[in-house]
């Protein structure tokens, strides 16, 4: 299986190393025939408007929304979480996402870069202790569909806030993973996501 991870701004390096410390090969990708090559992909967090705006500019939006509608498995962690959103609250002007999970996410819902966070949250699908997790100017869900599962959540000012989803082959977080040093989300990624590649067309 060859995993690709988005590179055009954001921390994609520091999802490599999270795969490399599970013996799975990943490739920066930011071509379109290196993006065609892939049998899954990771958004990374970063900018989500920034990271939209390069696809658009460099003609890779359209390929990466249409290979998630076929069915590509796909992670995004936070700026990726708003990227497969079908539905974006407090959205710069003119945002536009890949889609792909009935969701609809506010942006900078946690607040702004100095209401940065750590807390555990238990993860369904992930054993062991609590996750560290890491909110930087994160996004959380505001609503979702019936066929959205809600893995975590955070609870703020007595609401319960989704901030791990999974549609099908679509895995989101709110949280950074890739800098928190455990890698389980992301061998969730591809021992569970992934898992039914052999049967995909």
């Known amino acids: 299986m060859k995993v690709g991870v988005l590179a055009l701004q954001g921390d ?4 490599i190393a999270a795969l490399a410390s599970l013996d799975i090969a990943a490739y920066e990708v930011r ?3 290196e993006i065609s090559s892939v ?3 990771i958004l990374p967090g970063g900018e989500s408007t920034t990271i939209a705006k390069l696809a658009r500019s460099f003609d890779l939006f359209d390929l990466i929304k249409g290979r998630i509608a076929a069915g590509l ?3 995004g962690s936070c700026a990726g979480m708003i990227l497969l959103a079908d539905r974006v609250l407090d959205s710069a002007l003119g945002q536009e996402t890949f889609g792909g999970i009935d969701m609809t996410v506010r942006r900078n819902a946690f607040g702004r ?3 940065s966070f750590e807390t555990e949250l238990e993860m369904l699908g992930i054993p062991g202790p609590a996750i ?3 909110f930087i100017r994160a996004p959380w869900v505001e609503q979702y569909g019936a066929v959205v599962s809600v893995l975590a959540s955070v609870e703020i000012g007595g609401f319960s806030h989704p901030v791990a989803v999974r549609q099908g082959n679509l895995l989101a977080t709110s949280f950074h993973p890739e800098i928190s040093g455990d890698n389980r989300i992301h061998k969730f990624f591809v021992d569970e996501v992934c898992s039914d ?3 995909r067309t």
Do not use: M
Not at 12 to 15: D, K
């Open 12 to 15: 994609f390096r520091e999802h």
């Open 31 to 33: 071509s379109a025939a």
């Open 39 to 41: 049998d899954a992909l």
């Open 73 to 75: 498995p796909v992670y």
């Open 113 to 115: 870069q100095v209401d």
């Open 132 to 134: 560290k997790t890491i």
């Open 197 to 199: 590649l052999s049967s």
